[in-house]
């Protein structure tokens, strides 16, 4: 998704525009602009590619007051120059930044073109639309683009924005005029800050962080003005809205690798944290506290994407065997084509970032059809969780990396939470199991941190890594509670080594998957519990007899694991219920080391981007 930010009152606006573009770099992009209000005139510099083409365009440009910057991930049209933002009006008068998908831009581009014949679109985005919409505004306003106040354009803006359909977060400069910027927020996200001289706006708090403290996270249908003294912020309606900052959720630390080579390797070794953070104040030995359910649902509904999915995956079997009420898991797009059914549920949404389009979508449409929403997120000023009815906190801090690590760490002891709660309201789980998970769950960020450090560990983690060598096809097999960290490895891997790696239940091979395993597949058998682990190493035999190379990640108990694979690897002991977990986190650090043995750029994998705030 693309990312704006926008700066007014700082005599280092152009400085401080391009340190927020490298911000947001891990947002995902293939192109990126600024545009700057010099004097009378626009300065406008894009650029395809890394922001490292940008740069040199940039580096001699005036200091500026006031300036709107973009990194582009396309959408419409390609990464190109012309499609770079900002965008100007034809008369160069105006100029925008915008992150979202304009969804009337067909309808929008007939009215221009009935309005002016000889109109020229410079570029094939939908955003350019909005800086011929707003120039045309002013035309017919009769406003001095020199003289008028400020707020003189505040009308035009809104007619503007009330002509726009979809999503858009918006940063708006007009020609000349340094003292000014107009923003819009709809179904895209925007924070704002102000600090009495300078204002700030942004995408996200990544490129404010070390700016200021205190932002504003605009709602739904906000818009306005910000100016060098202080901001206006409307409403839908059109009303002006008072709002009380909030602190920064981030601290400039979590910007910044901290000497880690890569956000995705520091955010892997920051998990023990995020499991003492996550628990904190809500794991007792006598009962679960700070998690409120709305109400006594006799069925589940989770939905999410990707990770999050994976996560909810894990949930959907923690909840079940804990509290015996039935589940039903659904990747978040899929979940609005379902047709209601069944007693009243609650639908619980996974989202580490909360801006998830398809997972706000479903949310909404489980409001539509009168189900409570529950919201396990890390963000917790983000959209979704402002919209579900109650909401856990995962506190997992930032999370850079575009291959989500810790958040799923976090994802997944949120659903424990849950599961553990509804047990205990229904009676299927006491305080004995409780006081027996939370001594495990105690001692579990130091068996993170042993097995994170643990010489012997890298060492085979480094042999599994020799069998990928030019491979492009890998499976993770699992079974039970290890089979969503079979999804979650193969997605690891192949969001950031590009290997084509597939997660699969064991018991689903013999019905197709095996007829993909020839001489030297790599296969990474993550273990199970009980009799499933029994049925998990029968299926690495057959790996084995069709020649694949056998990985198995287990623990250190496990008696049967060095006769049933070319090379085990084994972890600390912890509860069933948390022992996942750990055997994940070893996928996370294979898939990393694979993935940089190939040059490939962890952190901002080709093609994604951090959060699909688009569906
Ligand atoms: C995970 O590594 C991916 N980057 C992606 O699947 C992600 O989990 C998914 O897009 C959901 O994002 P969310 O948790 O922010 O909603």
Redesign the pocket.
Known sequence: MCGIFGMIGDSNTTKLLMQGLKRMEYRGYDSSGICIVDNNEFIRRRAVGELSNLEPLVVNLPNAECGIAHTRWATHGPPTEDNAHPHMSPKLDVAVVHNGIIENEVELRKELSSIDKNIIFKSDTDSEIIAHLLSNEIKNSGLDLKKSKDEEFISCWKKVIDKLEGSFALAVILKGRNDFILFARKFAPLVISHDGNKGILASDVSCIVGITDKVHYLEEGDWGLINKNGLKIFNIDGDLVEKEPKKLEWTLGDAELGGYPTFMLKEIYEQPRVVRDCLRGRLSREKIKGVSIPFNPRLLRIV?????YNAGLLARYYIEQLSKIPVILDHAHEFRYGAPSGPKSLVIG???????AD?LAAIQAAHERGYPTLGIVNVESSTIARNVDTMIGIRAGPEIG???TK?FTGQVLGGLLVAMKLGQDSKNFHREDLSYFDRHARMLPTSIERMLNDQNIKTKLWEAQQYFVDKNHAFFLGRNTSYPIALEGA??LK?ISYIHAEGYAGGELKHGPLALVEEGTPIVVIASEGSSHKKLLGNAREVAARGAKVILITHQEDELADSHADLVIKVPRTHDLLQPLLYNIICQLLSLNIAEERGCNVDRPRN?A???TVE
Do not use: D, R, Y
């Open positions: 999410g994407c990707g990770t999050a996974i989202s580490q970032s909360g801006e998830t997972t575009v291959a989500s958040a997605l690891k969001e994604l951090k959060s699909v």
